[in-house]
Each structure stands twice: as structure tokens, then as C-alpha cells.
């Protein structure tokens, strides 16, 4: 597998210098070209303009724009990508100019590097005719604005070895991507059926149903989005939905290109979206709702149809990359069966389309747990990055299935878990306890806990060997999974916290009681009365984890080539800070922080009591209360149905982000 340290971009305009500004924000060495430098310096000042609006947003400091920035070298010499492992071209979408360019890069770089096309119109596996080592070129779709939208599809081309798929798999996770995988078709996943929808709200305005605010509206509404077609082409430009239109028109009838969006891409301008008071009828509602989810579904329903990719990849496309609040596959299974068939049946009759045949409840499974095995190596991925791998019912249950399965597996021994994205597990779904606190249906919350308690019982009392591979954001529930394993890795950006106090609740899946065994009861205090996010390396320094693993050796760790051994640390040494805090921790309760009945005064002893003050203090009461008695997992469901009845947990709750009074009630 190539590790991937320096990139090339080819092409500087508003693609290719959003995704040199990633890789740079990640730590990559990136050379930016094009084919003068004035458009080289265009690019870099895009870049720059967009790490200073970051900086007014107190995103980034001074010092790490600078950074960003040393990290991207300017060029318009062919020549300087012979230094990089990876070269992704972004140049505009013209067939011959982009096989022009590969011919020339091959002919400047060596046979191992890999070559990318960000192109949303082409054939990966024609594009790649064009170099002499097809098995090392792939497609990479980045989706706008790529420093910020966490999509990039993968589109492995007729030859694409599987070292350039592996390679380039691991290059997303280290820049910071979350990846979906599909077949060499026109389109790929997401433009193939978000153009579509594009082109269809062109063609009910060129029928007289509404003007573009009232489809905007309607189209809000129905898909839960913060914007509407038009508005959407107007922020990426009206020419680009035509030209991706114009690539798909090969799938039949109601892929033809609306006249109307032919005309407006001729005038070069936007499209004027003129707000509009007059009501729009309940008939002409439900036809621009029909015609809008019934394109979305027929072009979902071709593509598992095709095999392009599976259910989850279709949705997950449209949850990261169009940002739409349920993609396809959840829209189809709320929408219901039946419904769907006649949406789907009604854009068939009107274009005389062909019905697909993958139709119906049985096509659209999710299984938002992937697991493979190597060797004596079980590996389980929660898969679900669109909500950080938050636990809720099904995600649950699906662990549960696949630990089962790996456990009862005779030549498994090792059994790793992990997660995709961004987050190991962000916590729990929070929108479940909201929905059931509010319909007063407390027993939900306790099954699902108790349920939960179970699942992580049988990992932590697994006659296996138990790793956790912490790869991004572990919070609360997250860190109670983790706290199940015999041994805990993480990557170095990773970080780790019990916010449940400064929610109104307190950690209900073993959190108050395995924490302790691995660093103590004074130093579980400090966690879960604080919320402090822990780094690896401070997680590391108090024993929390085990050891630190770059995500480069995750793969030959899984695949019994790195030693797990050799990434252990030995047991840490006392530290001056976390001997403070433990000593704190253990000489104060509760109600003496709280009551002003602390005298202490130095850092960071002092800014701790008034963020503990900030917290639900029947959550820390009771939190503490489960620390010291130390009765197991299971005496936190004890108090599960109290907490969660009391107003500090609504509150809390529902205001994740806001700053709140408790009132103790």
C-alpha cells in the first residue's frame, strides 16, 4: 500500500484550489498547478481569502494559516509533480484537454505514482486510456466546497489495481474524508441523482407550476434542506447542472436536458429567484412534491438496479455531499412501499421509462456495520459518519450481531473495533431521548439502556482479545464501547470526554464504573463532572488508552502485520497536573464544590469548580453517587428513569451547543 505525503493538484480554479486547500489543512505537502501562474496565484489567493474568513470565525489562528499556506507550493512546470505520490486533476470538464493533460503528466513522473480525476461527467475507465499504467488511475469526485464538504467518491476504473483502491482508501481517512465506493458509471452515485432533481425543477417551471421561490419552497420542505434547486444552481453556477445534464441524457427520456435550462446556461446568468407572497395551491404542491421525490426515487432505484453502489452509499452520498437532512433510501422507506411505487410509476408514464426492478422495502437495508475477517482477526466498523456513529437502537443491535458473530467464529482471536469518519462514536442519538422524554415514554430509554448495558457486557467479558481502534471523536457512550476492550489504541488526533453532566444526565453504559478501574475514582470524577475533552496523548498520559497508532499501520494491524505489542506504552508515571486533580478530586464531594466550601485557588484547580457549576447538579449528585458506592454497570439503571424525568435533562438536552441555568429540578 503507497503512503501517500505529497500531492499534486492540476488545475487552480475553485475545485482544484478548494482541494489543495484540504490537503494542505491536513498536513500534506501540495504542489498546485496550472498552466500559467496567474492562475496559480488566483488560486492561492482563493485559498487564502477563504483561511481568512476562517480566521474572523475563529476557526483557524494566524499561525495556522501560515502553516496551511507553507505547506502549498505554487508551480506551472509539468516537472515539479515528479516529487508527489498522488496527482489529482481538476481542470474544467472538456474530454480531450483532460486526456491531453494525463498523456503529458505520465510522460513527466514515475510509474508508481497514482493518478486521479476529479471529473463528475466521464468515464474513469476511458479517462484512463490515456496514461500507460491504468491499474494506478482512479476516480477521486470531490464535491464543493471540498475544504469543507467531507464527501469524495471513489471510482476504481476497469484496471484499478486494489493497491491503488487500498492507497488511495487510506489517503481519505488521513485528509480527512469520508468516502463512499461505486461502479464506473456516468454520474457515479450523487450526480446522478441530485442533476436530475436539478433538471426536473427546471422542467416544472418551463410547465407554469410555479416560479423558483415558490419550487424552492416546496422543495425546502419535502427534503428538509436549507436550500432549493435554483438557489443551489445559482451557487455553483447554472452552466455546470447543464453540462452534468447533458452527460446523462444517455439513461433515457427523463434525463433529457430541459430547454429552458439550455436557455438560461446560454444567457450566462442566474437564475432570479423573486420572492413571491402569492400562496401556492395544494394541487400544484403536491404535483412539484410528486414530480421532485419521484425523480429522486427512480434514478435511487436504477442505481441499485445497475449495482453503481449499494443502498447505504446513496444515502450517505446525499447526507455528507448535498447535505440533505434524509437521503433517498430514508425518504423511500418514510415515504412508505406503496407510495413509492406510484411516484416512481407516475415519472415512468410521463417519460416512458422502463419501472426499475429494485422497488420496495427489501432493497433499501442499511447495514451501517461493515466487519471482515484477516487471518485470526475479526474487524467491526461502525459505518454511519452522516451522525458521527451515534448510538441508537439499530446501530446497537447491529454490534451486537456482529460481535456475536465474530465471537462464535473458531479461528477469530482478535476481534478489533473501530469507526469511519470523523467520530470512533459521538455519543448517543440525543433526538431519541428528546422524543421519548417528551412522550413520556421513560421505559424506552431504560430498554434501550439496558439492551445497550448487555451488548457491552458480552464485549467486556469476551473470552477474545478486544481492541478498540480510536480513530476521530469519542464521547460518552463512545467511551463506555471503548472502555469495554482489553486494550485501547487511538489515533493521535483523537479525543475523549463524558459531556453527559452538562447535558442533565450522567453516563448510563458503564461509564461511572469501568472508568475507574483503568484510572482510578478521584480521576473518573474529574472526567465526568468536567466534560473535559482529553487528547490521546493526555488520555495516554493518565492511562485512559493503551498506546497511540497512526492510522497508516491501522491496516497491517488488522491484517496481523504490525505487532500489537509493540504499540503498547508502559504504565505512566505520575503527573505533576493529574496528581493535582486526583488528589482534588478525591478530598472534595460534590455538594463542597458547589456550596462555595473550596478554598483552593490555583490553575487549574479554580477554572474547574466554575465549570463544574455550570453543570446539572442532580446529574453530578448522582454520578457521584454510583463512583463511590462502585456496584457495577448495572446500579446505573437504577436512577435511569429519575434523570431523565427531571427538567435539568430536558433542558440539557435540548439545548446541546447553549450556554444554560440549571435550576436543580
Known amino acids: 500500500m503507497k503512503i501517500i505525503k505529497t500531492v499534486g493538484v492540476a488545475g487552480a480554479g475553485k475545485m482544484g484550489s478548494a482541494i489543495a486547500q484540504k490537503f494542505a489543512q491536513e498536513g500534506f505537502n501540495v504542489i498546485l498547478l496550472d ?19 476562517g480566521v474572523a470565525r475563529r476557526i483557524f489562528s494566524e499561525e ?34 483532460k486526456t491531453a493533460l494525463f498523456r503529458d503528466i505520465d510522460a513527466v513522473v514515475s510509474s508508481d505514482v497514482i493518478l486521479a480525476t476529479n471529473t463528475s461527467s466521464f468515464s474513469v475507465t476511458e479517462l484512463a486510456e490515456s496514461v500507460s499504467h491504468p491499474e494506478r488511475f482512479v476516480g477521486l469526485h470531490y464535491f464543493y466546497h471540498a475544504a469543507k464538504n467531507r464527501l469524495v467518491e471513489i471510482i476504481p476504473g476497469k484496471h484499478t489495481s486494489e493497491e491503488t483502491i487500498n492507497s488511495v482508501k487510506l489517503f481519505c481517512i488521513l485528509s480527512g474524508k469520508d468516502q463512499i465506493t461505486c461502479k464506473d458509471s456516468y454520474g457515479f452515485v450523487v450526480n446522478r441523482f441530485f442533476v436530475p432533481w436539478l433538471n426536473e425543477s427546471v422542467k416544472l417551471l418551463e410547465e407554469g407550476y410555479a416560479t423558483p421561490y415558490q419550487i424552492d419552497k416546496v422543495c425546502e420542505k419535502v427534503f428538509s434542506i436549507g436550500m432549493g434547486p435554483f438557489a443551489l444552481m445559482n451557487a455553483t453556477g447554472v452552466p455546470i447542472a447543464y453540462h452534468s445534464q447533458k452527460t446523462l441524457e444517455r439513461f433515457g427520456n427523463s434525463y433529457i436536458v430541459s430547454e429552458l435550462l439550455k436557455t438560461q446556461t446560454e444567457s450566462n446568468k442566474p437564475w432570479l429567484i423573486e420572492e413571491c407572497r402569492d400562496e401556492i395551491s395544494s394541487e400544484k404542491y403536491e404535483i412539484i412534491k410528486s414530480r421532485m421525490l419521484g425523480i429522486v426515487f427512480f434514478v435511487s432505484s436504477q442505481l441499485l438496479d445497475e449495482k453503481v453502489c449499494s443502498a447505504i452509499e446513496i444515502n450517505r452520498g446525499a447526507r455528507i455531499g448535498l447535505k440533505w437532512r434524509r437521503g433517498p433510501i430514508e425518504l423511500m422507506s418514510r415515504t412508505g412501499e406503496e407510495i413509492v411505487k406510484e411516484l416512481i410509476s407516475g415519472v415512468c408514464k410521463l417519460y416512458d421509462e422502463a419501472i426499475p426492478d429494485s422497488v420496495g422495502s427489501n432493497y433499501w437495508t442499511m447495514d451501517y456495520i461493515s466487519t471482515y475477517s484477516s487471518g485470526k482477526n475479526a474487524v467491526i466498523t461502525l459505518s454511519k459518519p452522516e451522525d458521527m456513529n451515534a448510538l441508537n437502537e439499530v446501530i446497537v443491535k447491529d454490534i451486537n450481531d456482529k460481535f456475536k458473530d465474530a465471537e462464535e467464529n473458531p479461528n477469530t482471536e482478535n476481534i478489533f473495533i473501530t469507526g469511519s469518519g470523523k467520530a470512533f462514536v459521538a455519543g448517543a442519538d440525543i433526538k431519541f431521548f428528546v422524543e421519548n422524554i417528551k412522550s413520556n415514554s421513560l421505559d424506552k430509554i431504560q430498554e434501550f439502556t439496558e439492551f ?69 475514582k478521584a480521576l473518573t470524577k474529574y472526567l465526568i463532572y468536567t466534560g473535559n475533552m482529553l487528547t490521546a496523548e493526555e488520555a495516554l498520559k493518565i492511562g485512559l488508552i493503551d498506546g497511540i497508532i497512526l492510522p497508516e499501520q491501522m491496516f497491517g494491524l488488522f491484517e496481523g502485520k504490525v505487532n500489537i505489542e509493540n504499540l503498547l506504552k508502559p504504565k505512566p508515571e505520575s503527573d505533576k497536573k493529574y496528581t493535582l486533580l486526583s488528589d482534588y478530586f478525591a478530598g472534595h464531594t460534590v455538594k463542597e464544590i458547589l456550596d462555595n466550601q473550596v478554598t483552593e485557588i490555583q490553575d487549574p484547580i479554580l477554572k474547574l469548580i466554575n465549570k463544574i457549576k455550570q453543570k446539572a447538579p442532580l446529574a453530578l449528585y448522582t454520578s457521584e453517587k454510583l463512583i463511590d458506592e462502585e456496584r457495577g454497570p448495572e446500579s446505573e439503571l437504577e436512577h435511569l428513569k429519575y434523570i431523565f424525568s427531571t427538567k435539568d435533562a430536558l433542558l440539557g438536552l435540548t439545548s446541546i451547543g447553549k450556554k444554560v441555568q440549571y435550576n436543580g429540578n
Not at 464485549?459 to 476521530?472: M, R
Open 35 to 53: 498552466r500559467e501562474m496567474k492562475f496559480v496565484e488566483n488560486g492561492i489567493k482563493s485559498i487564502k481569502d477563504v483561511l481568512d474568513e
Open 64 to 97: 495556522k494559516v501560515k502553516s496551511i499556506l507553507a505547506n502549498i507550493t505554487p508551480s506551472n512546470i509539468l516537472k515539479d509533480f515528479k516529487k508527489c505520490d498522488i496527482i489529482i486533476e481538476a481542470i474544467f470538464e472538456d474530454y480531450e484537454v
Open 452 to 520: 445497550g448495558q448487555n451488548v457491552l457486557y458480552t464485549i467486556d467479558n469476551s473470552k477474545k482479545k478486544v481492541i478498540a481502534v480510536i480513530n476521530g471523536l469519542t464521547l460518552g457512550g463512545g467511551l463506555e464501547l471503548a472502555l469495554c476492550s482489553d486494550i485501547i489504541l487511538s489515533f493521535p488526533g483523537s479525543v475523549f470526554a463524558f459531556p453527559e453532566t452538562g447535558i442533565g444526565i450522567y453516563p448510563g453504559l458503564g461509564g461511572t464504573q469501568r472508568t475507574q478501574k483503568r484510572i482510578g
